[in-house]
């Protein structure tokens, strides 16, 4: 179909989530509604709490790259004046996003 250039995503680089203020990389233990808690396992910037609670609402998966939150699963996430930064700069924790994350954040 036709498509809208105001609703597509960038390519994501390891220096455009360097920008990031917070950045983690941790498992979500519950969701209740749009409320994702997570057990952080590494801080790359910004925090050192053992838990992190975040806001997801619901179909941001699809509009704007959101990250399909699931107990259980490892996800990588960054966030800027609280809010956690979509399309491709947080979601599950793949092999791919994992070193745009290494890179982005070395040592």
Known sequence: GES?????????????IAESEVAFAGTA???DGETVTLEVTKWYVGGDSATVT???PAGFEALIGGVPFAVGENF???ATDGVVNYCGMSGEA?????TL???AFPG
């Open 101 to 103: 994350y290494d890179t």
């Open 54 to 56: 975040v806001t997801a």
């Open 94 to 98: 793949t092999t791919e996003l994992q």
């Open 76 to 78: 990588l996430v960054s």
């Open 4 to 16: 809208n250039a105001l609703a597509k995503c960038m390519v994501m680089t390891p220096e455009i």
């Open 29 to 31: 233990t519950t969701i």
